[in-house]
């Protein structure tokens, strides 16, 4: 089990809505990853957030956004929900440095009807 | 970018057996590749990493192995048990840069 915990584990919203996934990182990590994952898919990269500030963006539109508060936990925000954004939401934390694991929590399942 | 391939997508074995997954990256400069296993319902577990100044690594039953002329790596897992059953993914970093994840290999470890 690692320290990393997610909230909800589950919702469902509908279609243009907006929906706020939240992540506590694991105690001594600085870095928070936030990644999609499609059924029966390896998970994409969405951003990254160290020091409260974005520092890495996958290939998401901006409707995608994000913070990280100086506890380190952070917040995953999409607006204007589509049926493709169903999928499960998994946060990562880490320490930052070079080639540092990365431990994630159990993921929020969002569908969007 | 980086692109990781992996296989195969699904492997049967006896339980006792071994099971070799094997993926490939495209960045020569990625140097961090981690194993993750995930069960249905949870979030991927860090089960083995290795880093590109290393040729192989072990823990237990777990071993992996960089080939970085080939740029490929692969995970070994001896003496399988049933609760060995899961989706395994590969994935490889450059430097702070993000994860990118392999699509995955269910395996099923029949009695």
């Known amino acids: 089990e690692t320290g990393v915990t997610q909230s909800p584990t589950h919702l469902i919203k509908t279609r243009g809505q907006q929906v706020t996934l939240r992540c506590s990182s694991q105690?001594?990590?600085?870095?928070v990853s936030w990644y999609q994952q499609a059924l029966g898919q390896g998970p994409q990269f969405i951003f990254q957030y160290y020091r409260e500030e974005e520092n890495g963006r996958g290939n998401f539109p901006p409707r995608f956004s994000g913070l990280q508060f100086p506890n380190y936990s952070s917040e995953l925000n999409v607006n204007a929900l589509e049926l493709d954004d169903s999928a499960l939401y998994l946060c990562a934390s880490s320490f930052s440095g070079l080639n540092t694991e990365a431990f994630f929590g159990q993921g929020t399942r969002l569908t969007v009807v | 970018g980086e692109n990781v391939e992996q296989h195969p997508s699904t492997l049967s074995v006896q339980e006792g057996d071994s099971a070799v997954i094997k993926c490939t990256y495209s960045d020569s400069a990625s140097n961090y590749f981690p194993w993750y296993k995930q069960e249905l319902g949870k979030g991927p577990q860090l089960i083995i990493d290795i880093r590109s100044n290393v040729g192989e690594k072990k823990d237990q039953r777990i071993a992996v192995t960089l080939n970085k002329t080939a740029k490929h790596f692969s995970l070994h897992i001896t003496e399988t048990q049933p609760e060995d059953s899961a989706v395994y993914f590969c994935a490889a970093r450059t430097g702070f840069q993000k994860l990118v994840f392999g699509t995955g290999t269910r395996l099923l470890v029949s009695p």
């Open positions: 105690s001594g990590h600085n870095t």
